[in-house]
């Protein structure tokens, strides 16, 4: 597949070029069972919603035909196909990215979540990216009424959200591969133990 962004290397500067089979791998590796209804994260949206004052607040990792929405507050779906993503474009970007009014953005005004429910206006969404670099998805706050932006305090409070629910994302990740690892480890001793 074609290029999906860069990846930094540890000098800041640019990397390998991550493709979408390899983004799509390290998405996988921070996914799992459970995270649908992770407390952690829907604690997360429920506070980015209110420090917003915005209606909606997800957390949308963007696979390779849709996003799916973890932790949703405000918003009753589990996901949306990836061409009519928001957060497919706000992954990408090097810092928030934030849509005043949806209706008059070129890149939304015709977008089926803007024409139909849950008819977004207002828009706003921190990248979520991996240790290495690869844009998963975004976190976002959504309001049904067009606004000027977010505040300084706002933005930062998204920003800082953002990276809440990366370490939390790598913690599980971490907590996964460990135990992927005692299992192997406990198989191979068994084996062992079975052919001594």
């Known amino acids: 597949m074609g290029r999906v962004g860069d990846m930094q290397g540890e000098e800041g500067g640019s990397a390998q070029p991550l493709d979408e089979s390899s983004r799509l791998r390290i998405l996988a590796d921070h996914d799992g069972p459970g995270l649908d209804d992770d407390p952690k994260l829907a604690a997360i ?3 980015a919603a209110a420090l917003t004052d915005t209606e909606i607040s997800v957390v949308s990792l ?29 992954m990408l970007q090097p810092d928030l990215m934030v849509v005043p009014d949806a209706r ?25 990216l991996s240790a290495e670099g690869a844009p998963l998805g975004a976190l976002c706050v959504i309001s049904r009424t067009p606004r000027a932006g977010l505040t300084p305090l706002q ?11 990366m370490a939390h994302l790598n913690l599980r990740r971490q907590d996964r591969a460990r135990r992927q690892s005692e299992a192997v480890a406990e198989r191979t001793l068994s084996e062992s133990e079975q052919r001594f």
């Open 104 to 128: 008059l953005d070129p890149r939304f005004a015709d977008n089926p979540l803007v024409l139909g429910a849950p008819d977004i206006r207002f828009y706003a969404g921190a990248p979520l």
């Open 45 to 47: 949206t429920r506070f």
């Open 62 to 90: 963007v696979e390779s035909e849709r996003q799916r929405f973890v932790a949703p507050t405000g918003l009753n779906a589990s996901g949306t196909p990836r061409s009519s993503s928001f957060c497919a474009h706000a």
């Open 155 to 165: 933005s930062e409070g998204l920003r800082l959200l953002a990276d809440q629910v």
